[in-house]
């Protein structure tokens, strides 16, 4: 995707997307502020903090994925049937669920807890998910992932079967449901 700024159109990867997506999320959080009550001002001021945590160490990572749940799930409060912020929720789930020992361990240093969740908590967002919007590929994808992750494979290569049978699979996502295909 492409970021816009009033100054044009900025490529992914560059300093200039970073300083682009860093001004998006100054805007998106005084949006959220001022919009108390307003879902999708909570979502896309997740999305942003989730979107340039790549630019950022452990620390600061763990710090905007407790505030990225936060905000998602005040959206959700908000508006329970938004299958992107139940996707969201399910992505926050599926990455918490796979915390690496050494994250887990700087989470516990510096907040005196470590974000719990399960597959079978992701699973149950993104199922949430598909059912409001049953077309979208990725959301599907991830149902396959936690199936697979939760050892449920006969059930996770249906899933790819029927998120194969969709249109408009990108070729990234094509080539992630070809690998864990390999792998079942």
Request: some cysteine.
């Amino acid at each position: 995707a492409v970021v816009s700024t009033q100054s044009g159109q900025l490529r992914p990867g560059g300093v200039n997307a970073q300083k682009g997506l860093l001004e998006a999320l100054a805007i998106a959080k005084k949006g959220e502020e001022l919009s108390e009550g307003n879902s999708k001002s909570h979502l896309w001021y997740a999305i942003l903090l989730g979107d340039t945590c790549k630019y950022d160490d452990t620390r600061v990572k763990l710090t905007k994925g407790l505030e990225f749940e936060k905000q998602v799930k005040l959206s959700l409060d908000i508006d329970p049937y938004n299958s992107t912020a139940l996707h969201l929720i399910g992505r926050y789930c599926f990455e918490v669920s796979g915390i690496k020992w050494w994250e887990a361990k700087i989470a516990a240093t510096l907040f005196g807890c470590v974000p719990q969740s399960t597959y079978d908590e992701a699973l149950k967002y993104f199922l949430r998910a598909d059912e409001i919007n049953s077309e979208w590929v990725e959301n599907s994808l991830f149902i396959a992932k936690c199936l697979i992750a939760l050892k449920r494979n006969e059930e996770a290569k249906s899933w790819l079967d029927r998120v194969d049978l969709k249109q408009g699979a990108e070729h990234e996502l094509q080539a992630q449901i070809t690998d864990l295909k390999k792998k079942l």
